[in-house]
């Protein structure tokens, strides 16, 4: 935190901490945001590196931000250590603008910790050419999705690139969804030890066998060029992409969310920064109102960040109109998408242990072909102690 104001009405000192944005522009579009603020002098600190690490210690010391953005809002340790402040209140009549699996997602019995700064999300894209070509169309189901990967590869061409792991670390959660599980019930109670998750998870197996599924491709699932290259004909990716498609592909694409096996839902994965307060400041009240204006009453700005730099979306559907970026083609599509079936890519109470655990099940069961049951029981156990420990 910083000092209080002295006398002479002198303003109250806001530090306020961001993330290394690989987008140009974006340093100098906060500082002038933060320069744009007259009820206290906000400065604005852009922290390259190992930015959550170095976040995360400083709000142990007198040293840290008042202010500052965390991945899908505060950790829950961070929470339950009462490092950080309640933010409730502060959407007040814009609540219901908001995203509504990222305010979920970083609301921790019945408080608010964060409030969303902008979008990004994963979705499945894919050539249309190829598709027709093929006699496809676009999968709803996973079951679907197999038969187009396999009636989509041919010669040089892969039916599907889920990453250079074959979904190892990506598709995970994905496939809970599509179950219509997840990592945790909303009581914190194990989310996927059931027959319809394991049943997907075991899909990821099959198509790992399969000979439909694009591997060691020159550059990962975040990359558009394993299609713009044509080397696959589907890919799970980012919404970030999507100018790197638009070049590359022109309007020779589409994106729909990842499909749904029997009993569950599509979705597509949502993540956001979260705008957070540090309970170590001196100016706790002053934080919060700078949060309030900047996140929920500027709306231009909120708009600026979200699409003049990188290619995101607003945390907020009324915006999302606005949005230059956003009217027309796969992008007003993504954006439906986010809103109709956005689901957070973690839950509060998965810790990076239990995330450690899903890792090594996911490599067990896609690549070594391990018994589905045995290795979900092995991260329920890792999962139900870490809830507990948390909880405490």
Request: charged share 20%; hydrophobic share 40%; net charge negative.
């Amino acid at each position: 935190g910083s000092g209080s104001a002295s006398g002479g009405g002198a303003k109250v000192t806001l530090q306020q901490w961001y993330h290394q944005y690989g987008e140009a522009g974006t340093q100098q579009a906060v500082e002038g945001y933060a320069k744009a603020y007259t009820a206290a002098d906000v400065k604005v600190t852009w922290k390259p590196g190992d930015y959550d690490q170095t976040t995360a210690a400083s709000l142990l010391t007198a040293g840290g931000p008042d202010v500052f953005e965390y991945g899908n809002g505060p950790t829950i340790d961070m929470i339950k250590g009462g490092q950080v402040v309640d933010l409730s209140g502060l959407l007040g009549d814009a609540e219901s603008d908001f995203n509504p699996a990222m305010v979920k997602r970083m609301t921790y019995d019945g408080k608010l910790w964060a409030i969303p700064q902008v979008v990004d999300m994963q979705l499945l894209v894919y050539r249309k050419s190829l598709l027709e070509k093929a006699g496809v169309t676009p999968p709803e189901t996973i079951d679907d999705l197999m038969a187009a990967a396999k009636k989509l590869t041919s010669g040089d061409v892969k039916g599907l690139f889920l990453g250079n792991d074959g979904g190892v670390g990506l598709m995970g959660a994905p496939m809970l969804f599509s179950a219509g599980a997840d990592y945790l019930n909303e009581d914190g109670s194990f989310g996927f030890d059931s027959d319809g998750a394991a049943a997907a998870l075991g899909k990821l197996r099959e198509l790992f066998t399969s000979d439909s599924l694009l591997l060691g491709a020159p550059k990962d699932w975040y990359d558009a060029s394993a299609l713009t290259s044509g080397l696959t004909a589907m890919q799970f990716t980012g919404l970030w992409t999507f100018p790197d498609l638009t070049k590359g592909l022109a309007d020779d694409y589409g994106c729909i969310p990842w499909p749904a096996m029997p009993g569950g839902a599509k979705s597509v994965v949502v993540g956001a920064y979260g705008s957070c307060v540090s309970a170590k400041s001196t100016n706790v009240d002053a934080a919060k109102e700078f949060v309030k204006w900047l996140w929920v009453d500027q709306t231009d700005k909120q708009l600026d960040f979200a699409t003049a730099y990188g290619f995101h979306i607003p945390a907020r559907a009324s915006l999302v109109p606005q949005a230059k970026t956003l009217q027309s083609g796969p992008a007003k599509d993504a954006a439906a998408y986010a809103q109709e079936f956005g689901h957070a890519q973690s839950s509060v109470l998965w810790t990076p242990k239990c995330a450690t655990a899903f890792g090594d099940m996911m490599s067990k069961i896609v690549k070594d072909g391990a018994d589905v049951k045995a290795e979900i029981a092995k991260v329920k156990a890792v999962a139900e102690a870490e809830v507990k420990r948390v909880l405490g």
